[in-house]
């Protein structure tokens, strides 16, 4: 009895088990090998998300509505900007820079949405 548990738990290997030393010299474990920083799938999905919301932004905006969203949330590589800062830029009024966003968000959400990516 003894030699059968033995020789079943002689395949068992542990995570943290060191399997070889590390070209710095440390030992590394199996686990510093197979352990990853961001779960693979979540990453996939955020990636899969943000392509939607830049076709969304693409084909759903008008040009008004898509260089507000650009300016406000930095989707153009640049920071993003306070309604104000969009206002001074575009040579519109804040409130009008407001009305913009909310109704391109909106068309946005229900785009994303149609889609099954919200």
Not at 95 to 104: D, N, W
Not at 110 to 116: I, P, T
């Amino acid at each position: 009895m003894h030699f059968r548990a033995q020789k079943k738990s002689a395949q068992d290997v542990s995570l943290s088990d060191y399997i070889e030393t590390g070209s710095d010299g440390a030992a590394l474990s199996l686990m510093d090998v197979v352990a990853e920083e961001d779960d693979l799938l979540e990453t996939v999905s955020r990636r899969e998300s943000v392509r939607a919301v830049c076709v969304a932004v693409r084909e759903e905006l008008t040009d008004q509505e898509r260089l507000v969203i650009e300016l406000r949330y930095g989707l153009a590589g640049t920071p993003p900007l306070r309604q104000r800062e969009v206002a001074d830029r575009t040579g519109i009024s804040r409130s009008y820079v407001s009305r913009i966003e909310k109704r391109a968000l909106e068309k946005l959400r229900q785009a994303l949405e149609g889609k099954g990516k919200m």
